[in-house]
């Protein structure tokens, strides 16, 4: 599978997630970072799509830490895009 119908698949994961706030965080995030992904971002991001909904919410909103074996680059920029999306 080539890179580009990987990112493609992947922003359709990330909107179509079944729970409202994750489907428009995950979603605008991908929409907004996927392109620059590399092949290595793209695994992680494709991992924290395998995260239950309520579980990587959790994450994001701070209300749980991020276990060791997700935290990573990726996860960190979707918790700064949530914020930066939040206060603009």
Same mark, same amino acid.
């Given at each position: 599978m080539t890179d580009e119908i990987r990112r493609k698949k992947l922003k359709f994961r990330a909107w179509r997630r079944g729970f409202r706030e994750m489907d428009l965080l995950m979603g605008s995030f991908a929409d907004a970072e996927i392109e620059?992904?590399?092949?290595?971002? %793209?695994?992680?991001?494709? #991992?924290?799509? $395998?995260?239950?909904? #309520?579980?990587?919410?959790?994450? %994001?909103? $701070?209300q749980k830490p991020v276990p060791p074996n997700y935290a990573g680059p990726v996860l960190d920029q979707l918790i700064a895009f949530r914020y930066a999306a939040q206060s603009g």
């Open positions: 620059s992904f590399s092949a290595a971002q %793209l695994d992680e991001f494709e #991992r924290l799509l $395998g995260v239950p909904d #309520r579980e990587a919410f959790a994450w %994001l909103i $701070g």
